[in-house]
């Protein structure tokens, strides 16, 4: 199985950025599609960005796109979450998950799922002050 752990979340000013890193474990981590979500309080946990096992596709909320980038680099067995022009209401908790799927042609509709992933880590706070 696989083991996340997230880093790098803080408090930021508005406009401010922040890189997220979620450290996994185990042999097949380049063959799992990788998703970044968020939960703030008395919310939905929503989903915020991923990218698949290639690094290949990218997909983003439309609340962040333009702001965040998602990459991986799979010989640091390593996601990022680059957030830029950070607002207050991205305040919340950031989660990583792994899809241990390795099914191709997976879309937006599939990533976006917070049911599909498999692995999850403890996650980071991100607070956003204006």
């Known amino acids: 199985q696989v083991q996340l752990v997230e880093s790098g979340g803080g408090l930021v000013q508005a406009g401010g950025s922040l890189r997220l890193s979620c450290a996994a474990s185990?042999?097949?981590?380049?063959?799992?599609?990788m998703g970044w979500f968020r939960q703030a309080p008395g919310k939905e946990r929503e989903f915020v960005a991923a990218i698949s096992w290639t690094g290949g596709s990218t997909f983003y909320a439309d609340s962040v796109k333009g702001r965040f980038t998602i990459s991986r680099d799979n010989a640091k067995n390593t996601v990022y979450l680059q957030m830029n022009s950070l607002k207050p209401e991205d305040t919340a908790v950031y989660y990583c998950?792994?899809?241990?799927?390795?099914?191709?042609?997976?879309?937006?509709?599939?990533?976006?799922?917070?049911?599909?992933?498999?692995?999850w880590g403890q996650g980071t706070q991100v607070t956003v002050s204006s």
């Open positions: 185990g042999r097949t981590f380049s063959t799992y599609a």
């Open positions: 998950a792994a899809d241990r799927s390795v099914t191709f042609g997976k879309d937006f509709n599939y990533y976006s799922d917070y049911m599909k992933y498999d692995y």
